[in-house]
T-cell receptor, first 117, second 111 residues
Framework: GAVVSQHPSWVICKSGTSVKIECRSL??????MFWYRQFPKQSLMLMAT?????????EQGVEKDKFLINHASLTLSTLTVTSAHPEDSSFYIC?????????????FGSGTQLSVL | GEDVEQSLFLSVREGDSSVINCTYT??????LYWYKQEPGAGLQLLTY?????DMKQDQRLTVLLNKKDKHLSLRIADTQTGDSAIYFC???????????FGTGTKLQVIP
């Protein structure tokens, strides 16, 4: 089946530094990728929708200057958490939709656990 | 806005049936999904149902939809230890629309 690779799996960083998370579709082209944030015992919260070659669409309440999204190719989207603070510590998950596919063809990465000290 | 709720935890014995319940608030939801998340892994789509259907069966999985009550359930027959995971209910208004997830139900299967 389709595979979405997310890297790194976990990262620990100091407060004030920036962290980049990569999401790659390995065997399909993804015109649309999604970035979610998941808190313990809570649901996945959609942060933004990333479309290849255009600006990301952010959900209400998500700071676009804080969470920079780049979707430069059909197989790669990146999320950069800028000037990270302890409250940014969370589990971040990306998903990618197979080009032309509907939500049945939505595949998820394995997530990135971010801990900000 | 959309709101999808689930109970947080369910424990069953191996071989028994598991029933995971979900309620949603948006009556315009047209697709309803069940995802499975194993530890340290991403979400895997198990099955989905259109809002004009009452039931969908796929091997050991049975999805029931009560659109009037906005209630969705997932029944796993002959539950195995490998079914232990977190199960997310989700909805969307269309095949290309954003997917809204529930809080997830952690299923523990006791050998």
């Amino acid at each position: 089946g389709a595979v979405v690779s997310q890297h790194p799996s976990w990262v620990i960083c100091k407060s004030g530094t920036s962290v980049k998370i990569e999401c790659r579709s390995l065997d399909f082209q993804a015109t649309t990728m999604f970035w979610y944030r998941q808190f313990p015992k809570q649901s996945l919260m959609l942060m933004a929708t990333s479309n290849e070659g255009s600006k990301a669409t952010y959900e209400q309440g998500v700071e676009k200057d804080k969470f920079l999204i780049n979707h430069a190719s059909l197989t790669l989207s990146t999320l950069t958490v800028t000037s990270a603070h302890p409250e940014d510590s969370s589990f971040y998950i990306c998903s990618a939709r197979d080009q032309g596919g509907i939500n049945e063809k939505l595949f998820f990465g394995s997530g990135t656990q971010l801990s900000v000290l | 806005g959309e709101d999808v709720e689930q109970s947080l935890f369910l424990s069953v014995r191996e071989g028994d049936s598991s029933v995971i319940n979900c309620t949603y608030t948006d009556s315009s939801s047209t697709y309803l999904y069940w995802y499975k998340q194993e530890p340290g892994a991403g979400l895997q789509l198990l099955t989905y149902i259109f809002s004009n259907m009452d039931m969908k069966q796929d091997q050991r999985l049975t999805v029931l939809l009560n659109k009037k009550d906005k209630h969705l359930s997932l029944r796993i027959a002959d539950t195995q230890t490998g079914d232990s995971a977190i199960y997310f209910c989700a909805e969307s208004k269309g095949g290309y629309q954003k997917v809204t997830f529930g809080t997830g139900t952690k299923l523990q299967v006791i050998p």
